[in-house]
């Protein structure tokens, strides 16, 4: 049996997309996940999405991570998963969907598409370093060396550390620019390795970055490219945040489903 698929990414945060409005898909089957995500032995990816019907909502979106585990908030993958509604003909330009941390609203702008992220409520501030959740939880600290930092080593540390241990964080560190730009590596939960990008992460780390002086619009450069994040703060509180970025399609396929062992 093979499995269509399309192949999309985020500023290098990459996913296998399956139109599964038909529930076709064994949605519990997490070694089908982990093996379509192999980068070797399947398609390849940071994650695999599945686009379905919701009676409420445009679209729904559920989110694996590459280790075949259900996620939390995939920032990349719903820019990604708004694409796809478009190329579907599930959408226009505009987008109401449903996600792990509920509904967001999105739009897409020639290239770039415009997500809508919860609000966050309040960071926390431990030693010189902060923890908050942007849909997905992120831990963020500033450095001075990021493009000679051994990312996989240093947040391997954090993500497997007493705090973290159990449940797991993503782990971010975060480089000044200039004035209104910082550069972000992040280690993520659930691929277990550095991805070129994490939406979620990204946008934990411009809502630090202002509380360290920047303001609204923070622009964020990543090894996979470049998003803006614009926001409204209130204290440690923010909301009205705002991840934009280029979402593309790469490729699209079917692939041989391995046989149930
Ligand atoms: N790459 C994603 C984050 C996906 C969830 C994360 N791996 C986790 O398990 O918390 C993004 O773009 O936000």
Known sequence: MALSFYKYQGTGNDFVM?????????????????????????????????????????????????????????GNG??????????????????????????????????????????????????????????SPHYVRFVDNIQELDVYKEGRAVRYNDRFKEVGTNVNFVQRISENEIFVRTYERGVEDETLSCGTGVTACALVASLEGFKSPVKVNTLGGDLEVSFTRSGDSFDHIYLIGPAKLVFNGSVALPEKV
């Open 78 to 135: 719903a820019r990604c998963t708004v694409r796809f509604a478009k190329q579907l003909g599930v959408i226009e330009d505009v987008a109401c969907f449903l996600a792990a941390d509920g509904e967001h609203q999105a739009s897409v702008e020639r290239d770039l598409i415009h997500l809508k992220m919860n609000d966050v409520a309040s960071v926390e501030k431990t030693g010189n370093d902060y923890y908050l959740n942007t849909g």
């Open 18 to 74: 399956v139109d599964n409005r038909k529930l076709l898909f064994p949605a519990e089957d997490e070694a089908l996940v982990k093996h379509l995500c192999d980068r070797r032995m399947g398609v390849g990816a940071d994650g695999l999405i599945l686009l379905q019907d919701h009676p409420d909502y445009d679209f729904q979106m559920v989110y694996y991570n590459a280790d075949g585990r259900v996620g939390s908030m995939c």
